[in-house]
Structure formats: structure tokens, C-alpha cells
């Protein structure tokens, strides 16, 4: 031992020798705590890395994965080799030239199948962001009403009142306004669907604003009343009547004699608020009036003005106060009263009054021309231009600003002077419906006329001058009038006198380039829609009677507008039951909110069907049974029903509440409720439908143990062999088995698999129990599970189905274990 050390010792001598002698090498001297740091730093890295490589095997291993191995396969996989291209080789090796040849075309053929694949994944992506923008871009739009460049804020302001609760209990979103509104529109679709007498609806939404303590209200809808006044017009594009000459002709008459109306009341409430000044005394009549009027509002001595005077007050604003409350006759009175000089004027006025369409024959309006050209154009009288402006449409250009001093003046006075033939008059000084119409809703606008401020005034000369679409736009967008614009565009489109875009989808406003300038349309869809959207989950009633009203409209596929809302509003609220209604104990469906519209059962199980496939196509299988099953559809009802059952039949989770539970307790339902009935659906679907239900059972039986049940239940349904008998019919049957029921015959195996080892482990455990003693009868039981094993592993490997990974593995394992 002492030799060994020695020669150690030398030998260590001599490489140290060795290493002091280089000079390449330098010398690293390191202490016993420099070591024991460097040591344990190494430790550390190599215990951490084997740490990690026991936990991955011990965890991999349960599951009968060799780590080291399926390392080693996955180092010396590359997929870089098999997709590189192929080295040429040359042309004289035939046999090699084929391959390479064949090889390069599988090759090519992979790439550009994977470069379209992704192509065309590419395409369907950006195709469904553009889709789901253009949604987004809707409801954002739908958030916007008009023009406005701010979003909307829909106060909801909830009063106190019996009115006031919903169809659902709850606090109804509507104020007193807006229910008031809404009853009127009940009360009219109830005469719409029960076939009476319908009301007035404009009339109706009058009388109830008068209610409303807020005269400028009312005297919006006395406008729309005013105007609505019209000949019948044949049913089409409401536009193309409206623009008409003889619809423009009933249009202006409606807003002068509106305009004349209500200057006769103006006039009557000054002359009572200065009765002394007026001096009309007890004569009635509007000559009268008028003069009693010009007494107080036309100083005395007035500069400027004619000297001619009857009953002591100048003639011409007698004249021109005359026509301007409607009232021929009485300037006609003036005029004959005036004496000498006017036998031209009362020759006009005569045959004005005559006329039956209020105004003169171009050969009398040429001559009121002449004579304002020869000798009152250039009068200081201001009265007197302004009425031979109006009897013969002079100056047209001339605003008259010292006679008329309001927006009512100065439209009326327009509204005169408005002639659509240009035989009489130069093509410079006329002045036709449809310029009056773009003065006042595009060269002054808003702005011009402070909108803000005066809504009603802007409203009325939009409303007057036929520009009905523009004057509901101009009030939707405002918070505290839209209630009454919304009810505006649904009394109109109820008399047919509202124009609509062609396609529901369009924005509020639209600009048809095929209509007349500056005419407009308005989407009474996308209005009441919005105007719904703040109370249609608490006051579905209301929310359905305003959806009716759209029931003449069309869809883009030419479905029911009316349907369509409803769809929506169902599929958004969840209110089934209240909307459509729900079925009774004895299967037949009781009424809900829709019942009042339609009346016969067909068209109520068509728009029920159409929601049903509403949630149908949106995913919501459950929902669309359940509709489906409302309406009686017995083939959508059992084909959803298997499609969702065929999905968790295999699971063993029946908590409550799960899809599966539910499933299961609506299969019972449906089962006993359509025993004995005739069913509207092919033999097909229902067999899939009761087959998934009695899997269901066979699950449940199998998680609870209850495994002679479950033997009993799969044993009924035929589905997989149980003796080798049944092997070839069983697999002979397979091929006419619907897809749904294709997909759990592995797990379908796998349970009764398990079943048939469970009895044996349980049948072996008792016989070696009983200390090794034969027993015949137990052991005819173990074979007789050996041969359904074996029935059930010949099955599985004949079926022409290709069965999951581990399937037969799993089947022939346990097969094994039982012998």
C-alpha cells in the first residue's frame, strides 16, 4: 500500500513539475472555500435539472409515457428534411428520376395547398372583422340620431303613476307623455286588428297634447292637422303625389288658409288687449277686425303712406291686412270703399274672390305686373308694393321687411308669389315650390332661423312648406320633442303620406338623388326602433303595438318588419313566456302578448317559428327547442335536441343546473308529452331523439353502479353486441346509424367495457374469498362476461368506424385482464 502511495506521490511530483514548467498555462490557485462555493454552485444546476426530469417522468409515466425515449424520437424528428426540395438527380437513373419526380409533385402539391388554406383563412377572417365592424358601425349609428355630432344621452324620467307599471310588474320606463302617446297607438291598432272604424290617429295625438299644458305642442299638431287635410292620393311613392301640381296646389292652399287662420286669432287677441285704440265696436265681421287692428298697430301719419283712407285709416294696409287674414272679400269692401281710382284694384280683387282656385288669370296677373312695374315699384308705400307683389308674384326677390315682420309673414307672402309655369313671367323673377322649399331648408337653415332656441318656428316652416321628413328629423333630434316626432311619423305613414328609404337598413335621413330637390326620407323603421330601445325591456305591451305599426313594411328578404321586431325584441328581453306564451300542463300553448295582434293561431306559429330560428341560427339551441316546441315544430324540436344530447350524453356530470341535467329533465318532458300523439317529423329523427334518451338513462345507471340496469338498458337498444351471435348483425347495422349516435359507440363500449370487468373483479374476488373452492355456477357467470367482452372487442375492431386512439387498446386490455 505504502509502495502505491509512493508512486502516487511521484507522479503527482512530476505533473506538477510539469504544469510549473509551462508557460502557456497560467497558474490557478483557489482556496478550500472557493472550491466549496464553485462545487455547491454546480450541485445546484445539476439537482435542479434532475428535479425537474424526475417530476416529468414520474408524471408522464402514469400515463405510460417513456420520457427518454420520446425525447430521443422527438430529437431526431425534423420536418425541415421532408419539406426540403429534392436534389436533382440525373436524367440516365430512371428509377430514382420517378421517385425524385413524384416526390417533388407531393411536395408542391402540400405548399400550395397549405398557401391557399391560409389564403383563404386570411380572406374568411378579414371578410368577418368587416362584417362585425359593419354591426358595430350600425349600432353606433342607431346610437346617433340625425345630424347631431354628439351622442344622444335618452334621459328616462320615471313619474309616479298607475300607468306607469309594466306587463312585467316592474317600473315602466315611460313618462306621462310618451304613455299618454302610446295608448292613443293601442287604441288604434286595436280598431286595425278587429276590423272597426279607425280612429283619426292624428287627431287623437292632438287631443291628448292639448293635455299636456304646452301650447307650442299643440300647435304643432295643429300644423300637422292642417296639412294632413288633403284630396285622397292613389297608393305608391308618396314623393312623386306629393310633388305633383295638383298636390303642390292642395299644399299651399293648406298653409296659407293655416297661416291666415292664425293671424285672424292674432289679430283678434291684440284688438281685445286694446279695445279703446281700436274702436271696432259691435260690428262683426273681419273688415272689422282688420280695421280695428290697423287703428292700433299702423301709427297715424305713418310716413310713406298713400293718402287714400277709408273710415279714417289708409287704405293700402286695410288692403294687404285683408288678404292677409284670408279674407278677399273684405279688401274687396276696402277697395270699393276707396272711391275714384280703384276700379282696377276691385276688377282684380273681384275676380280673385271668384276664382276657385285662388288666383288670377295670367291675363289679369300680366296686368298687375305692368301696373306694379309703370307705378308702384317705386311708391313709398310699403303696403301697397307688398300688395301687388302678392296679387301679381312681383319682386319675388323683395323680402318686404317693413310689412312682414315674421317668419309667418314672410312664408305666407312666398307662398303667394310661388307659380310653377313660366308662360307669364320672366325665368328671373318667379320663384317655384320647390326654390321656396330650399330656401328655407338649405340657404337659411337652423342657424338663420335659431332653431336652438325656436324649434317650433323652424319645425312649422319645414312642416308648411311640405318638407315633412325634414321638420320629424329636426325634432327626433331634439331631446324634449322627439316623443312628438316619433308620433308625427307614424300618423303619416298611416295616412301613406310619409316617404321611406328603400332599404330598412338605411340611416334616419336619407337623400334619394331620384327625388326633387330638396326633398328628403326618413326610416321610420330606424325611428321607432330607437325611440323603443329605452323601454322595450320593461314595457314589451307598448314596445309590440309600436313594432305593428311597421307591419306593411318588408325586410331586405321580404319578411314582415313586424315579425322581425318582435324576433329581435323576444331574443333581447328572454321574456318567452310573457311574449309568445308557454305551454300548459295539458301541451297546449297559452296566450302571451302576441295573441292580441294576429288573431289566428297560423300566423302566431309563424312568428314564433321565425323566432325560433332566429336562436336557431344564433346558436341558442335550448332557446330554439323550446320555441320550436311552442310552435309545434316536432322535427326541429327532437333534431336539436339529439344534435344537443349526442354532445353530453357520455359526460357523468349531473349536477343541477348543468346542460346535461337540463337536457335530461326536458327529454323526460318531451317524451311524455308527445306519447301517444301524431308526430310532424320523419321516423329517423324521432329513433336518434329516444335512442339519445335512453343513453342518457344507461349513463346515469353506469355512474351510479347500477350496472344490471345499465346491462339491461344497452342490452334494449341494440346498438352494440353482447353475445358473438350479434357481432355480424350488429356491424351490418351499424352503417344505417345516424351520425349523433356513431359518435358515443366508443364510449358506449367503453361503459359497458367496464360494467362487464367491474361483475368479473367482483365475481374473482368472491371465489378466492371462499379459499380457492370451485363453484360451478360462478364460473359459467365468469365466462359468460368473458364472451360478452369478446363480443364487444370483435365489434370494435369489424365496425367500419374509425374509433378514437386508444379505443380498442383500452377494450383489448380489459378484455385481457378478465381471463
Not at 189 to 194: F, K, R
Not at 462 to 490: C, K, N, P, Y
Not at 743 to 756: G, S, V, W
Not at 770 to 783: A, V
Request: charged letters at 25%; aromatic letters at 8%; one cysteine or more.
Amino acid at each position: 500500500m505504502s509502495r502505491d502511495f509512493n508512486d502516487l506521490l511521484r507522479q503527482a511530483e512530476q505533473l506538477s513539475a510539469k504544469i510549473d514548467g509551462s508557460e502557456e498555462l497560467p497558474r490557478v490557485e483557489r482556496s478550500l472555500r472557493q472550491v466549496l462555493d464553485a462545487s455547491q454552485e454546480l450541485w445546484s444546476k445539476v439537482a435542479t435539472t434532475g428535479s425537474q426530469d424526475i417530476h416529468a417522468n414520474l408524471l408522464l409515466g402514469t400515463k405510460g409515457v417513456d420520457l427518454p425515449q420520446l425525447t430521443q424520437k422527438l430529437e431526431t424528428l425534423s420536418s425541415r428534411k421532408t419539406f426540403e426540395p429534392l436534389q436533382p438527380i440525373a436524367d440516365s437513373d430512371i428509377q430514382n428520376f420517378l421517385k425524385n419526380e413524384s416526390e417533388n409533385a407531393i411536395i408542391s402539391l402540400i405548399e400550395s395547398t397549405h398557401h391557399k388554406t391560409f389564403e383563404r383563412l386570411h380572406d374568411r377572417h378579414r371578410k368577418k372583422v368587416r362584417q362585425e365592424w359593419h354591426a358595430e358601425k350600425l349600432k353606433l349609428m342607431n346610437s346617433l340620431l340625425g345630424y347631431s355630432k354628439h351622442v344622444i344621452d335618452l334621459p328616462v324620467r320615471q313619474e309616479k303613476s298607475v300607468l306607469n307599471e309594466s306587463v312585467f310588474g316592474a317600473k315602466s320606463c315611460l313618462d306621462q307623455q310618451e304613455m299618454a302617446y302610446a295608448q292613443c297607438i293601442i287604441e288604434y291598432n286595436q280598431a286595425v286588428i278587429e276590423g272597426t272604424v279607425r280612429p283619426n290617429l292624428i287627431k287623437s295625438f292632438s287631443n291628448v297634447a292639448t293635455n299636456f299644458n304646452d301650447q307650442k305642442v299643440g300647435e304643432l299638431w295643429n300644423i300637422v292637422d292642417s296639412m294632413t287635410q288633403l284630396p285622397p292620393q292613389l297608393m305608391g311613392n308618396p314623393l312623386e303625389a306629393r310633388t305633383s301640381p295638383n298636390m303642390v296646389e292642395a299644399l299651399i292652399h293648406q298653409a296659407r288658409t293655416y297661416l291666415e287662420n292664425r293671424y285672424k286669432q292674432y289679430m283678434s287677441s291684440i284688438i281685445a288687449c286694446n279695445m279703446t285704440a281700436a274702436k271696432r265696436g259691435g260690428v262683426p265681421g273681419t273688415y272689422s277686425l282688420v280695421r280695428g287692428y290697423v287703428a292700433v298697430r299702423v301709427p297715424a301719419g305713418m310716413l310713406g303712406l298713400d293718402s287714400t283712407h277709408v273710415e279714417g285709416q289708409p287704405l293700402w294696409p286695410l288692403i294687404y291686412y285683408c288678404l292677409r287674414c284670408g279674407s278677399i272679400s273684405a279688401a274687396l269692401q276696402c277697395a270699393q270703399q276707396a272711391g275714384p281710382g280703384m276700379e282696377e284694384m276691385c276688377q282684380v280683387l273681384d275676380e280673385l274672390k271668384s276664382s276657385s282656385v285662388h288666383r288670377l288669370s295670367p291675363k289679369m296677373e300680366k296686368l298687375v305686373r305692368t301696373q306694379y312695374r309703370r307705378a308702384v315699384r317705386n311708391t313709398t308705400d310699403p303696403y301697397k308694393r307688398a300688395v301687388f307683389c302678392i296679387l301679381g308674384a312681383c319682386d319675388v326677390n323683395d323680402e318686404h321687411s317693413e310689412v312682414a315682420k315674421t317668419a309667418d309673414d314672410y312664408l305666407w307672402m312666398k307662398l303667394c308669389q310661388v307659380r310653377e309655369s313660366t308662360e307669364n313671367t320672366d325665368s328671373g323673377d318667379q320663384i317655384s315650390y320647390s326654390v321656396l322649399q330650399s330656401l328655407v331648408l338649405e340657404e337659411y337653415g337652423e342657424k338663420h332661423y335659431n332653431a336652438n332656441d325656436q324649434p317650433h318656428v323652424y319645425f312649422q316652416l319645414l312642416f308648411l312648406t311640405g318638407q315633412w321628413e325634414a321638420a320629424i328629423d329636426f325634432l327626433v333630434r331634439s331631446d324634449r320633442l322627439r316623443v312628438h316626432g316619433v308620433h308625427m311619423a307614424i300618423a303619416l305613414q298611416e295616412l301613406n303620406l310619409l316617404a321611406m328609404p328603400a332599404s330598412v337598413k338605411s340611416p334616419l335621413l336619407v337623400i334619394d338623388p331620384k327625388d326633387a330637390v330638396p326633398m328628403r326620407r326618413i326610416n321610420l323603421v330606424r325611428l321607432i326602433l330607437i325611440y323603443v330601445q329605452k323601454f322595450e325591456s320593461h314595457n314589451a305591451r307598448e314596445a309590440l303595438h309600436y313594432f305593428y305599426c311597421l307591419r306593411s313594411l318588408k325586410t331586405p328578404t321580404n319578411d314582415s318588419m313586424f315579425v322581425e321586431c318582435v324576433s329581435d325584441l323576444v331574443m333581447e328581453t328572454r321574456e318567452f313566456d310573457a311574449i309568445l306564451g308557454r305551454l300548459g300542463a295539458d301541451g297546449y300553448r297559452l296566450p302571451g302578448l302576441i295573441d292580441a295582434f294576429n288573431g289566428t293561431e297560423d300566423n302566431i306559429t309563424a312568428i314564433i317559428d321565425r323566432v325560433a330560428a332566429t336562436a336557431e341560427k344564433r346558436g341558442q339551441y335550448e332557446d330554439a327547442i323550446t320555441l320550436y316546441d311552442l310552435a309545434g315544430v316536432h322535427e326541429k324540436v327532437l333534431s336539436l335536441m339529439s344534435t344537443l344530447l349526442c354532445q353530453v350524453v357520455a359526460k357523468p356530470d349531473n349536477e343541477p343546473g348543468s346542460l346535461r341535467s337540463r337536457l335530461s329533465m326536458y327529454a323526460e318532458n318531451i317524451s311524455e308529452r308527445y306519447s301517444g300523439i301524431q308526430l310532424n317529423c320523419s321516423a329517423e329523427t324521432a329513433a336518434t331523439f329516444y335512442t339519445l334518451r335512453d343513453l342518457i338513462v344507461f349513463f346515469n345507471q353506469f355512474s351510479n353502479q347500477q350496472y344490471h340496469l345499465a346491462l339491461e338498458t344497452i342490452q334494449k337498444s341494440h346498438l352494440i353486441p353482447l353475445s358473438n351471435d350479434e357481432v355480424e348483425e350488429r356491424v351490418n347495422k351499424f352503417p344505417r346509424l345516424v351520425e349523433e349516435i356513431c359518435k358515443i359507440i366508443p364510449d358506449i363500449m367503453l361503459a359497458t367495457m367496464n360494467i362487464l370487468y367491474s361483475q368479473y373483479m367482483q365475481l374473482r374476488g368472491a371465489s378466492q374469498a371462499q379459499g380457492h373452492l370451485q363453484d360451478q355456477s360462478r364460473e359459467k357467470q365468469m365466462n359468460f362476461l368473458r364472451e360478452r367482452a369478446r363480443a364487444i372487442t370483435s365489434f370494435a375492431g369489424t365496425v367500419p368506424y374509425r374509433l378514437p386512439g386508444d379505443t380498442n387498446s383500452r377494450l383489448v386490455e380489459m378484455e385481457i385482464l378478465m381471463h
